[in-house]
Structures are given as structure tokens and as C-alpha cells.
């Protein structure tokens, strides 16, 4: 950016668990959805992964916050110091004034008119001056490379962190979705639950994240692709004295399995409510996983078993939404599904 220009055109997928930012195309900011403030003066002291490194971690005088929760906004004022802290990780160039911000960005398909305020208020105070919203499953379908606008019926599956987001998408519309609050935060807290009840040991969230990682399948019965059993360490939840238990993918697919039967339910009140001509089509195309929770070992197959339609996993599932936000930021004039 030079002296002259002033207006950046960024790309905001603004989600649960991390936020990415894309400029001129390329993904620029790929961080947690974390900021730490100073308890008594409020200002921001870390953002994205410093302050999530500080997470769980911090004294009286640190707060650490997820400004997101199920999708949308919990915490208006830790929100907007976020997003201004994330967008000045994008140019490291001073300028003469600040530039004039022209975003996109994606937001859950279920988000209600006072939710979707929130969103574009915070981003109008953290420096945007003309500011798009796209629904997620829009913005993901766009990114894996469907062809939005095209008279076909397409279904993408979005596994964020705090939603589940439903959508069959034709002539550049939304015909049917399903937005649900159950996600990857969801499955994290079961991983909690389940260590505290079964094996008496206390986890944190960044561990039950890590467990997730490592070892988390929807199946019990992977075959070859079976993960190694991954050691938690942690405080007896009775003595507190250390621990250390291994915990296999097999018994993580058991503590998981509520929570996916109701990620099975609303595809499956989804596919419901499709028009005959678009379900042929989805039929024919499958459906396409997108989102951190696609990387479940296990799920593709599942999903496909339990409903006989195919499923198939995004190339790069964590960064669908964010690519789609980019592409529509590139395309503002033709896509009039943004909402201003």
C-alpha cells in the first residue's frame, strides 16, 4: 500500500475457534480467536496465538477471551479489540492516514438480524468502512469451487468451531439450511467430560483440543489409518496427584458419538426439506464437508454409510470459508447474495 491509496480490500472469516484474513488473495492472518486483555486499564495486550498461549494460563490482572461463542459475538468490546489487532498484522507499511477498509465477511447462516449488527458494527468500529456480510455455507461452497450460481443443487456441510452450518445452495441462493450449535467446541467438552468421568483426570480445554487432535475418530474401527494412542497428563480430579493415562481413538469415538448423532440429525432434517430436483442432483454430486470438524478421522465414511449419499472432504476444509470470502471480495458487483 502506498501513500496514495487508500483503500484495503480484506477478506474476514470470523469464526469460533480462529480467524483468517485474506489480502490481494492470500491468506495473510491465520490465528486463534483469542485476545488477552489488562483487567484495569481494558486495553489489548495479545491477540490470536500470543494470547492463546496465555490461555488458561493467566493471573488476576490478565483476562483471556474468546470474543466468540456458538458462532457469534459474546463480547462486543473484547470482539472489535480482536479484530483491530488482527487486521494490523496485515501490512506492516505505515501510511500516511489510515486506509479506508472495504470487508467481507462470513457469518453463521442461522445468525439473527441483532447478531448480524453485532458483526458489522464491530467491524465498522475496528476501521471498516464498507462492510459485506456472506452466509458460511455460501462462502465455503464458493471456496471448495461449486459453481453457486449454476440451476444445480449442491449441499455443503460447514463444521466450524461453534456451529454446524447446513445449506443447499442453487442459482446463487440458499434453498435449505440448517444451522445448529453443536461443533467442534462441543466435542472438545465432551473429550472433557468423558476424561473427568471415566479416568478421573482433569483436562483443560487446550488438552481436550490436543486429545482431539491426536486421536479423535468417528468410528471405532479405522483400519490402517489408526492414530497411536496419545498420553494425557493431568491432576487426579479427587487427590490431585499426577496422572498419566493413554487414551486410544477408539474410546474418544465412544464419547464423541452424541454429539455426532446430532450433526447426523439436521443433515438429515436438511435433505428433508429439499426439493425433489435438487436432492437428484445432490444424489449425483454428493455432499461436501468443509470446516476444522471434517478432519475427524472416520466422519466422511460414517456420514456416507448413514445416509447412502457420498460425502466427500474439502481439499483444504479449514480454509473453505476463508477462499469464498476472498473470491466473493473479488467479485462484490456479480454476487448479489452479499448482504450490505
Known sequence: MGLFSFTQ????????????ILHNGKIVVDEPSVVALDQRTGKMIAVGNKAKMMHEKTHDNIRTIRP????????????????????????SKKHLFSPSLRMVIGVPSGSTEVELRAVRDSAEHAGGRDVYLLFEPMAAAIGI???VEAPEGNMVV??????????????????????IRVAGDELTADIQEYMSRQHNVRVSERMAERIKINVGAALTDLSD?????????????????????????QEIAHCLERTIVKIETAILASLEHTPPELYADIVRNGIYLAGGGALLRG???RLTDKINIQFHVAEDPL????????????????????MR
Request: glycine content about 12%.
Open 9 to 20: 480490500e480484506i477478506a474476514i472469516d470470523l469464526g469460533t475457534a480462529n480467524t483468517i
Open 68 to 91: 466468540l461463542r456458538d458462532g457469534v459475538i459474546a463480547d462486543f468490546y473484547a470482539c472489535e479489540q480482536m479484530i483491530r489487532g488482527l487486521i494490523k498484522m496485515v501490512s
Open 145 to 147: 469451487g461449486i459453481d
Open 158 to 179: 460447514d463444521i466450524g468451531g461453534g456451529t454446524t452450518e447446513i445449506a443447499v445452495i442453487s442459482l446463487g441462493g440458499i434453498v435449505a439450511n440448517n444451522s
Open 225 to 249: 489409518n489408526a492414530p497411536e494412542d496419545y498420553v494425557v497428563h493431568g491432576p487426579n480430579r479427587i487427590t490431585s496427584l499426577p496422572l498419566e493415562v493413554p487414551v486410544c481413538y
Open 299 to 301: 466422519l466422511d465414511k
Open 319 to 338: 480454509h473453505s470459508v476463508a477462499r469464498g470470502t476472498g473470491i466473493a471480495l473479488k467479485n462484490i458487483d456479480r454476487f448479489t447474495f452479499l
